[in-house]
Structures are given as C-alpha cells and as structure tokens.
C-alpha cells in the first residue's frame, strides 16, 4: 500500500496548510492516545502525571509530532530516513508497534477537527496510507 | 456485561440526540469507503465506487450511511444489553453479507472522524473515549455471532 506520487504530493500539501498548528495538533493526539486508549499509559510511567492534556504528554506529543513533519520530508525513502528512530523505538523504547496504528488514529481525529475543509476523505486516505507506511519504517529494526 | 459511567451514559446519548444522522452517516461510509477500499466488495451492487468522487456522489451509499448509522439506535437505547440486542444482525452480517468483522471496526474509526470533522473541538479526549469505547461495545456484538 505504498504512495503514488500524487498520494505523496497530497500529504506534502495538507502537512504544509497543517504546520501553524501542528504543536496543538500533536499535544491533542497523544492526549487522546492516552484517553482513549489508556494502556498507552504503560509507556509513560516515568512521569509524574500521564494523564490527557498534562504538560509532559502535550510536550511529547509536540516531539512526536516534529518527527512526523521530519518524515514528511523524508517521504521517498521512509526505511531509510527514518532508520536511527527506528534503531531508538526497538532497542530502546521498545513500543509495541500496534500503539503507532492507535496514535496515528488519534492524529487523523485531531487533524479533522482543526481542518474539517481540507481533511476531504482524498487528504484522508492520503495521510492514513503516509501514517502507515512511517509506522512500517519505524518498526523496520524491530526483528 | 459492560459497565459505564454516567458520564458515558450523558456522552452517548448527548452525541446521538445532537448529531445530523443525514450527515454523519453518509460522511462515516464514504470515508471508509474510500479509506479502505477493500471495503468495496460488500456493495457490487451500488453502481459507480471506482473513485473517491463516485463514491461521495453515491445516492446509495448516502442512503446506506444513513441506514447504517440509524443502526446504532438500538445499542443507545440499550446500553445495558447491546450483546443480545445485535445478536441477529450479528447472524445476518456473518451469514449473510459475509462480511469480514475487522471492517466493523474501520466504520467505528470512519465513525469518529465523520463526528470530529462536525464537532471540531467540541469532540474532546473524554468524549471521544466514551464515543470510541461505546463503538467498540458494538464491533464486538456485531462480531459475536459469527461462527
């Protein structure tokens, strides 16, 4: 399910409209992330308070969010660019790669909300195919 | 059997006393429609869905979004029992529509997506988590007679 480059165009254009709000945009999906699907919290017991919309889980999801952005620009070679973030999530963080589907989810939500024009089912099917392909390449050191 | 709060139980009816069924229902098939393709091969009989834009210009899929979101009715109506209340649409979806119960979960996710893109900000993290867990309770049932 890889992008055709019109696909890509799309995502390069909707991530552009995006990136005035892409901060909020990140500190809502993973505040979601962790509201609706809280064993997401599992990751995060290092801090004080992990719950949705606390100050460490809208500054994560603010980095999470740069890194999707750095991924954009990254977005004809996905494996490759993205491979010390994947070398971090597999030895390091290990996250379970099944919780990427879930923020990606949370992100399309957030992105919907704050762009209900522009997200038209074509972004849509764009950003989700983009989302998994980045989610792919972040897994690639996994095993 | 489930249990909900009752700022679950306010949400859920909240959201369906508030929602335009003739929008949200059309919106959440076309977008699943078109999201996940492979979802196309349960209607072989709604004429043109070769392209996004056939698919947003589809009276029967419109029609059938509607239909098909009405169907949530009966589990807001019945919070407490929604297992048994989809247990014959749950046989009708296995043994007669043959459809995949992976799907019902896209719809969910269309679902809320279709809500988010009317709400906007309205659509907050706890709202949306009693909305996508209320959906989930459905998948579920929707799946459960499926031998």
Redesign the interface.
Known sequence: MSLSSKQKATVKDFFSKMSTRSDDIGA?AL??LV??YPQTKSYFSHWKDAS??SAPVRKHGITIMGGVYDAVGKIDDLKGGLLSLSELHAFMLRVDPVNFKLLA?CM???M???F?EE????V??AV?KFLAQLALALAEKYR | MVEWTEFERDTIKDIFSKIDYDVVGPAAL??CL??YPWTRRYFGNFGALYN?EA??GNEMVANHGKKVLHGLDRAVKNMDHIKESYCELSQLHSDQFHVDPDNFRLLA?CL???I??????A?T??I??AF?KFLSVVVFSLGSQYH
């Open positions: 809502e505040s979601r509201a609706v949705p919309g989810h399309l939500v957030c919907s909300m704050i209900p997200f038209t089912p074509q849509h099917v989700d | 076309t977008r078109v999201v996004a698919i947003m996710d809320a997506i279709a988010a893109t009317q709400w906007g900000s659509f993290p706890d949306q988590a996508q």
